[in-house]
T-cell receptor, first 113, second 115 residues
Framework: QKEVEQDPGPLSVPEGAIVSLNCTYS??????FMWYRQYSRKGPELLMY????GNKEDGRFTAQVDKSSKYISLFIRDSQPSDSATYLC?????????????FGQGTTLQVKP | DTGVSQDPRHKITKRGQNVTFRCDPI?????LYWYRQTLGQGPEFLTY????????KSRLLSDRFSAERPKGSFSTLEIQRTEQGDSAMYLC?????????????FGPGTRLTVL
């Protein structure tokens, strides 16, 4: 079993829809939770960074972390065709302070005009 | 801030050849990471440097792989005797320790194809 599980999709939604992306994890030591966006053949770009449990909002994006359930989510409101990309969740335990990231498989999102 | 750069962006090589990739991190970043990403998967951690010291290596990093960061600035990743299974995107990321948020910024990657 992988440390981080993410539904690979693909997920197709109409423009303006609310999108929900999710990851589950097994390592209770994870404390830092991130969402990256990756366009085709590009490097990942950091979207959201969250420490421990709770919600964080940035524009159309909201990240939620529920450590008790080992579950994190990313919500995208008023989705746009430019949001079409692969979304990767990533986590870090900071054990030994290496800060290495453990990624999910990535969910491919397509927003249709 | 010019971001993380990687060179080359694409590399096609024949099985058995050696290849070397370069990563230039964001200038004030002392931490540097290498990840490998295969098609349809998320990036997997390979190795980590803090300044010039290589502090962690993944079990994924076989003896054919070696990474250096000689002056604590740019880094190189060399793969010897390449195999078809080495075909992947090799990503470099950098961050700055001591900050509250240890955000890793990724470069555009080097796509390796082994024929």
């Amino acid at each position: 079993q992988k440390e981080v599980e993410q539904d690979p999709g693909p997920l197709s939604v109409p423009e303006g829809a609310i999108v929900s992306l999710n990851c589950t994890y097994s390592n209770s030591a994870f404390q830092y939770f991130m969402w990256y966006r990756q366009y085709s053949r590009k490097g990942p770009e950091l979207l959201m960074y969250t420490y421990s449990s709770g919600n964080k909002e940035d524009g159309r994006f909201t990240a939620q972390v529920d450590k008790s359930s080992k579950y994190i989510s990313l919500f995208i409101r008023d989705s746009q065709p430019s949001d079409s990309a692969t979304y990767l969740c990533a986590m870090s335990a900071r054990s030994g302070n290496t800060g290495k990231l453990i990624f999910g498989q990535g969910t491919t999102l397509q927003v249709k005009p | 801030d010019t971001g993380v750069s990687q060179d080359p962006r694409h590399k096609i090589t024949k099985r058995g050849q050696n290849v070397t990739f370069r990563c230039d991190p964001i200038s004030e970043h002392n931490r540097l990471y290498w990840y490998r990403q295969t098609l349809g998967q998320g990036p997997e951690f390979l190795t980590y440097f803090q300044n010039e010291a290589q502090l962690e290596k993944s079990r994924l990093l076989s003896d054919r792989f070696s990474a250096e960061r000689p002056k604590g600035s740019f880094s190189t990743l060399e793969i010897q005797r390449t195999e078809q299974g080495d075909s992947a995107m090799y990503l470099c990321a950098s961050s700055r320790s001591g900050r509250e948020r240890d955000e890793q910024f990724f470069g555009p990657g080097t796509r390796l194809t082994v024929l």
